[in-house]
């Protein structure tokens, strides 16, 4: 089932919270030097993926992440994956993520927020 297939089943219903773990995207900061500035620089590069997303900039979306994605346990091609964007942009222009709280840790970043989209 396609991304758009489960949005088109799933968002005139229900709000989505959606918890997006970044360990897929280019140079993320370490944690030798200093774990707080780690996070901080994850924490950046979450919302520059955000708002692209938002903003349904496909060029900003591949500066941002490296090749391939994983989604799960399944590697997908960033052009597969940046295809599956577009094709959810067009059946549902209106789509935006809302933050509620993003959280960084030393490899990875926790974004939590809202999902909303009608499909018109």
């Given amino acids: 089932m396609s991304y758009t297939d489960i949005f088109k089943s799933s968002l005139s219903r229900v709000l989505l919270c959606v918890a997006i773990v970044f360990m897929g ?3 993320p900061a370490s944690a030798q030097d200093n774990p707080c500035d780690a ?3 994850n924490e950046e590069l979450a919302m520059r993926y955000m708002e692209a997303f938002n903003a349904q900039d496909r ?4 500066e941002l992440l490296a090749d ?3 989604d799960g346990e399944e590697e997908i091609e960033l052009e597969t994956y940046l295809g599956l ?3 959810l942009w067009n059946d549902f ?3 935006e993520h809302d933050f509620v709280q993003v959280v960084g840790a030393e490899g990875h970043v926790t974004v939590r927020g809202v999902l ?3 499909g018109e």
């Fill in 25 to 27: 995207c280019h140079e």
């Fill in 39 to 41: 996070a901080a620089q």
């Fill in 116 to 118: 909303t989209g009608t």
């Fill in 85 to 87: 964007n577009e094709e």
């Fill in 93 to 95: 222009p209106d789509l």
């Fill in 68 to 70: 391939p994605q994983t």
């Fill in 59 to 62: 060029a900003a979306l591949g």
